[in-house]
Structures are given as C-alpha cells and as structure tokens.
C-alpha cells in the first residue's frame, strides 16, 4: 500500500533551517512527484511547491522562492523540503502529498510535520 | 496567479440533509479542479478530482461538477463522519492555490 512517512517534529529559532524529509513506498518513486503543502494553526492549506521525482524539475510558490529547496533521492525513494531563514510565520504543519497525472492530484499524504519557529 | 473563493466560509446541517459547497476561480480553469476533506489533526483526503471524477473508496453520496470557473462539491445526505473542513484546489497554472475552506458543522 502506498505510504508517505515524515520526519519528526522540530523547533527552530528564527533565521535557521529546517529540512522536512518524506519517505515513500508502495509504488514506483520515480513515476510521480511530490507536492509539498502546509498549514499554519487554524489556518487554510497552502500550495508551496511540486518536484517531479523522475527527473527533479521543480515548481515553486512564488513566496518563498529563495527560501524553499525542494529535492529527491531515489536511491532512497525519500523527498526532502528545506525551508531557510525561518520566521515565526512559517510555523505550520507541513505536508508531503503524492502528485498523480496531468491533474495534479494529491491522492496519498504524509502525516504531517510541525514546524515551530519560536526564540 | 488564479484565486479561489469558496462559499460559504462555514455551515450547520443535520445528519440527512443535503449540503452544497461552491468554489469560483477568478479565471478559467477547465476541469483542473480537485476537492478534499480534511478533520481535525488529519492529512488531507481526496474526494474529487478533474471536478467530476469520483477517487476510489469515496462513497458515492459525495459528487462535484462545474467546469470554467465554478465549482460545486454536494453531500446528497449528510452522514455524522462528513463533519469536516472542505478545500478546492486549482491545478490549471502554478501556484496551485487551494481555496480558504468550508467548514461543515453538526446542527
């Protein structure tokens, strides 16, 4: 069955990284990409960006272009997202959803990480 | 970038009733149009995608159509497990923004 597991939860201080991993199994890695999506507290879902797993084209939000490096091992089958100079507004859960067909759709998730950007 | 509005922001039915949520993008997007549900400290699921396409193992009282720039996700009788928040995405052009979500209260 198809499962994305995340990496733990993290508190950082502002102005530092952070790097998000998300391990797939189940289907062939490299036939889909990866969506990465968060959600401040109490707060809608936000579209950060897309990396297809075949050959690491990406796509970023227009917002954090800079600060986000979306990547792939497919040694590993494991995404990873970096997100850089950390603010107390990036503090949010993010997801790592699998990208299926032209459609884009996001049709298996990650649990979920928690990012907590606090001094 | 293409904005999606949902309405309304939140609603109150009873078990039974039929419910309709709609999501407007400020320009057309075809079909590229996907709906999820998502309860409290959850990952997202999906429900509908290419605006009218059932996903697999979502029962059949869920339905969505439009196409262009609106949208409809119907509950045709609302069962106590549909208690959720309901988001609309756009997958026509990057960034493929989400809607702000329709949260779906017990009455």
């Known amino acids: 069955q198809v499962q994305l597991v995340q990496s733990g939860a993290e508190v950082k201080k502002p102005g530092a990284s952070v790097r998000v991993s998300c391990k797939a199994s189940?289907?062939?890695?490299?036939?889909?990409?990866i969506s990465w999506v968060r959600q401040a507290p109490g707060q809608g879902l936000e579209w950060m960006g897309w990396?297809?797993?075949?050959?690491?084209?990406?796509n970023y939000a227009q917002k954090l272009q800079g600060r986000v490096t979306m990547t792939t091992d497919t040694s590993t089958s494991t995404a990873y997202m970096e997100l850089r100079s950390l603010r107390s507004d990036d503090t949010a859960i993010y997801f790592c959803?699998?990208?299926?067909?032209?459609?884009?759709?996001?049709?298996?998730w990650g649990q979920g990480t928690l990012i907590t950007v606090s001094s | 970038d293409i904005q999606m509005t949902q309405s309304p922001s939140s609603l109150s039915a009873s078990v039974g009733d039929r419910v309709t949520i709609t999501c407007r993008a400020s320009q057309s997007i075809s079909s590229y149009l996907n709906w999820y549900q998502q309860k409290p400290g959850k990952a997202p699921k999906l429900l509908i995608y290419a605006a009218s396409s059932l996903q697999s193992g979502v029962p059949s009282r869920f339905s969505g159509s439009g196409s262009g720039t609106d949208f409809t996700l119907t509950i045709s009788s609302l069962q106590p497990e549909d208690f959720a928040t309901y988001y609309c995405?756009?997958?026509?052009?990057?960034?493929?923004?989400f809607g702000q979500g329709t949260k779906v209260e017990i009455k």
């Open positions: 959803a699998r990208s299926s067909g032209g459609y884009y759709v996001l049709d298996y």
């Open positions: 189940g289907y062939t890695f490299t036939s889909y990409g």
């Open positions: 990396i297809s797993a075949y050959n690491g084209n990406t």
């Open positions: 995405q756009q997958t026509y052009s990057t960034p493929r923004a």
